[in-house]
């Protein structure tokens, strides 16, 4: 869906070999990503698969990386705006860093 949006519909294609590109995408995902854990926090629906990473007494490593099993499939929508400006690869490749 997204490579579809990306060749359909972009708004401007950003090559991927430019250093701007690449913090503009640090960027972009970094934006959507608090977007989206923001909404995580404050949409009761959002909040019922998100508690989970929330559940323990004591804030640890375990307990920042568990994650519900639902997230994931409700989270990646937020990200399609992406697809208007940057590559896949771009985005797949700084999620993995940003996130």
């Not at 401007?12 to 503009?24: A, D, F, G, R, V």
């Not at 990503?33 to 929330?54: D, F, G, K, M, T």
């Not at 940057?86 to 993995?96: D, L, R, T």
Request: with cysteine; net charge neutral.
């Amino acid at each position: 869906m997204y490579i579809y949006l990306y060749e359909n519909y972009s708004v401007i294609k950003l090559p991927w070999n430019s250093l701007s590109t690449w913090m503009l995408c640090a960027l972009g995902v970094d934006f959507f990503y608090y977007w989206s854990h923001r909404a995580n926090h404050e949409v009761n629906i959002l909040w019922s698969q998100h508690q989970v990473h929330h559940s323990s007494e004591e804030y640890n490593l375990s307990t920042a990386l568990r994650q519900g099993v639902v997230q994931r499939w409700a989270t990646w929508v937020r990200f399609m705006q992406l697809g208007f400006v940057m590559s896949q690869s771009v985005v797949v490749v700084m999620f993995g860093f940003v996130v």
